[in-house]
Antibody, heavy 119, light 111 residues
Framework: EVQLVESGGGLAKPGGSLRLSCAAS????????MTWVRQAPGKGLQWVGH??????????DYAAAVKGRFTISRDDSKNTLYLQLNSLKAEDTAVYYCTREYFWYFDFWGRGTLVTVSS | QSVLTQPPSVSGAPGQRVTISCTGS?????????VHWYQQLPGTAPKLLIHTSSNRPSGVPDRFSGSKSGTSASLAITGLQAEDEADYYCQSYDSSLSGSVFGGGTKLTVL
């Protein structure tokens, strides 16, 4: 059974940082593209970015709203995906979901972790 | 303003058929990129409902179907049930943005 479990959310100040983690199990993590999607309170879904498998270069792409501030990385030895959030803004407040990506769609989702940016 | 446009809400009585539209442009749906649909029940994470425009993952009832034409796509739900009350999102790839894009979401109310 595929499981994705996010952690690391919480309260951060504007300009601050947080690191989210996503522990994956039930599939061959090292072969998977992985994606972060966020949802602001009461709002719709927003693609944050993804990271390719190392076999396909291991590079990451980002949405314009987070490029230069957020970094996606992976540790295939730990089956874990990361999202480093820097220079946080109030508009980054959202539930952050970890998803497995398959040909640009997202077939499994975690339950999400809430990030609140407030002074 | 979402790149993909969905109606904010639709409604229907139990047993009826409803459709949810998703309108894009020449850089996403119109460019031939597939459309995918997700269902988000209240207080839960989204779940893949339809992928590659018209394919249902295992476990999704055949009451749900998807189609695509030109720069638009549609999700149809037949035999509406109370448990279908949820938010529905379409998603595709956009070549101008070089990333995935979602519709703004449609809230389905079962009357």
């Amino acid at each position: 059974e595929v499981q994705l479990v996010e952690s690391g959310g919480g309260l951060a100040k504007p300009g601050g940082s947080l690191r989210l983690s996503c522990a994956a199990s039930g599939f061959t993590f090292k072969s998977a593209y992985m994606t972060w999607v966020r949802q602001a309170p009461g709002k719709g879904l927003q693609w944050v970015g993804h990271i390719k498998s190392k076999g396909h270069g291991g590079t990451a792409d980002y949405a314009a709203a987070v490029k230069g501030r957020f970094t996606i990385s992976r540790d295939d030895s730990k089956n874990t995906l990361y999202l480093q959030l820097n220079s946080l803004k109030a508009e980054d407040t959202a539930v952050y979901y970890c998803t497995r990506e398959y040909f640009w769609y997202f077939d499994f989702w975690g339950r999400g972790t809430l990030v609140t940016v407030s002074s | 303003q979402s790149v993909l446009t969905q109606p904010p809400s639709v409604s229907g009585a139990p047993g009826q058929r409803v459709t949810i539209s998703c309108t894009g442009s020449s850089s996403n749906i119109g460019a031939g990129y597939d459309v995918h649909w997700y269902q988000q029940l209240p207080g839960t994470a989204p779940k893949l409902l339809i992928h590659t425009s018209s394919n249902r993952p295992s476990g999704v009832p055949d009451r749900f179907s998807g189609s695509k034409s030109g720069t638009s796509a549609s999700l149809a739900i037949t035999g509406l049930q109370a448990e279908d009350e949820a938010d529905y999102y379409c998603q595709s790839y956009d070549s101008s943005l070089s990333g995935s894009v979602f519709g703004g979401g449609t809230k389905l109310t079962v009357l």
